[in-house]
């Protein structure tokens, strides 16, 4: 059993900051991608970022320059900072991570999600 916990969302004033973390916990042999993504009502799910296990991380259009992405392959986790929030951030976040639990079984899993919302 493998679970991804979110923490960090809430309401934030536009130009604010805010940090999510997520953490993978359970029967993992080796974790592959992890990332963020973001559904606002209406609207699909979308990739906010992602972070291979070597570092090497991709970003949507609308977040590059504004966000960064981190994992501490240690620790088993991931990190969103998103700096200069806007209202169109707003949406619920998931954490999504590739988890091998077997040398050769792996698969894609889901966190719950954490609402963040940019509201003055």
């Known amino acids: 059993q493998v679970q991804l916990v979110e923490s960090g969302g809430g309401l934030v004033q536009p130009g604010g900051s805010l940090r999510l973390s997520c953490a993978a916990s359970g029967s993992i042999f080796s974790i592959n991608a992890m990332g963020w993504y973001r559904q606002a009502p209406g609207k699909e799910r979308e990739l906010v970022a992602r972070i291979t296990s070597g570092g090497s991380t991709n970003y949507a259009d609308s977040v590059k320059g504004r966000a960064t992405i981190s994992r501490d392959n240690a620790k088993n986790t991931v990190s969103l900072q998103m700096n200069s929030l806007k209202p169109e951030d707003t949406a619920v976040y998931y954490c999504?991570?590739?988890?091998?639990?077997?040398?050769?079984?792996?698969?894609?899993?889901w966190g719950q999600g954490t609402q963040v919302t940019v509201s003055s």
């Open positions: 999504n991570a590739d988890i091998m639990t077997s040398r050769y079984y792996g698969y894609n899993y």
